[in-house]
């Protein structure tokens, strides 16, 4: 799947030169928290978010440092931050050059992008014009189609088994347990060396397509001890 399968295309832009209330009644009024910002030539240089409005002048939320920590801070970034916090115009306050992807980017390159830079969208461009915006809500709202349309037809109990085996087998420490299956009610039994793999056994097994219930019969031996630990039967319907 590429960036231009889940983007937003008709975006809402916002000129450099306009004021923060123009943009602060733009994200009100469409319900968004970012606004790509274009210049008269149809160029992206940047974006205002929410964020770069968290600490204003008019809401007394601007930083203020003790004297001495003050005294260290270095002259350019305190007028950097003088500028973000008092500044007019869109222009002052936005984040420049932010970063962007094309139209054939894959979805794993957006989500890299969203997840090193913590950023909540990222602008795609086409010839080097804006062509649309992926926001997290559209990697949701993706997820939420896909989940929905790959539901799968419930399978034979040996189909499960095999299946769950399957799934089982690409864990990468080799949980040492098995399955039975009956009418779609999976029971498992085995051991494990951490409650964080007896809840990692149970996603795996409910993505198996038929599964209705698991029963969990798994004992966890504490590797240090030795000391084995059956938790009491957990029965959970596949959504």
């Known amino acids: 799947m590429k960036a231009r399968d889940v983007m937003t295309p008709q975006v809402?832009?916002?000129a450099p030169g306009a004021s923060i209330l123009q943009a602060a009644q733009f994200m009100l009024r469409h319900r968004i928290s970012g606004l790509p910002v274009v210049d008269d030539a149809g160029q992206l240089v940047g974006i205002v978010t929410e964020g770069d409005f968290l600490r204003r002048t008019e809401t007394g939320t601007e930083r203020h440092r003790p004297s001495w920590l003050?005294?260290?801070t270095p002259g350019g970034r305190l007028a950097d931050e003088y500028v973000h916090t008092h500044g007019r115009k869109i222009e002052e306050v936005m984040t420049r050059n932010p970063h962007t992807v094309?139209?054939?980017a894959p979805l794993d390159e957006v989500v890299r992008i969203m997840e090193r830079k913590n950023v909540k969208r990222v602008p795609v461009l086409k010839e080097g014009r804006l062509a649309g915006i992926i926001t997290r809500a559209n990697l949701l709202q993706v997820l939420a189609y896909?989940?929905?349309a790959s539901r799968p037809v419930p399978e034979g109990d040996s189909a499960i088994r095999d299946r769950i085996f399957s799934e089982l087998a690409k864990l990468p420490w080799r949980p040492?347990?098995?399955a039975l299956v009956h009418d779609g009610v999976v029971e498992l039994s085995g051991t494990i060396l951490s409650e964080s793999e007896r809840e990692a056994l149970r996603v795996a097994v409910?993505?198996?397509?038929g599964v209705k219930v698991i029963h969990d019969h798994v004992v966890w031996v504490e590797p240090n001890s030795g000391m084995a630990f059956a938790s009491p039967e957990d029965e959970?319907?596949?959504a």
């Open 12 to 14: 809402i832009t916002i």
């Open 70 to 72: 003050q005294f260290l």
């Open 102 to 104: 094309s139209e054939e």
């Open 146 to 148: 896909l989940a929905r």
């Open 176 to 178: 040492a347990v098995t």
């Open 206 to 209: 409910e993505n198996v397509p």
């Open 236 to 238: 959970k319907t596949k």
